[in-house]
């Protein structure tokens, strides 16, 4: 099992920059696919970003491509995910979250996740 803290949120105006941080606990951490996953007031929690176990490989949602990069630390136990170009629309609750099975975008994969932490970006 892992747990999840994210930190890093916070309100900025658009075009600036944020990065979020997630520290997981356990000696296991090297061994989950690691993701990023927002959720915007009234919407579905969506996929965001993620990271294989090595670090290696990631995949983005088509509209971070670019702005965003996942990144991981597997000796701190840390996954980061740098957000550049903010936009209003990317206001939302981020989630970090582990996958058991490695790297994904579906939602259903990952078994374990934090608590979240806001971002909000004004115009």
């Known amino acids: 099992q892992v747990q999840l803290i994210e930190s890093g949120g916070g309100l900025v105006q658009a075009g600036d920059s944020l990065r979020l941080s997630c520290a997981a606990s356990?000696?296991?951490?090297?061994?989950?696919?690691m993701g990023w996953f927002r959720q915007a007031p009234g919407k579905e929690r969506e996929f965001v970003a993620a990271?294989?176990?090595?670090?290696?490989?990631?995949y983005y949602a088509d509209f971070v491509k670019g702005r965003f990069a996942i990144s991981r630390d597997n000796a701190k136990n840390t996954v980061y995910l740098q957000m550049n170009s903010l936009k209003p629309e990317d206001t939302a609750v981020y989630y970090c979250?582990?996958?058991?099975?490695?790297?994904?975008?579906?939602?259903?994969?990952?078994?374990?996740w934090g608590q979240g932490t806001q971002v909000t970006v004004s115009s």
């Open positions: 990271v294989s176990v090595s670090g290696a490989n990631t």
């Open positions: 979250a582990a996958s058991p099975g490695g790297i994904s975008t579906k939602t259903n994969a990952y078994h374990y």
């Open positions: 356990g000696r296991t951490f090297s061994s989950y696919g």
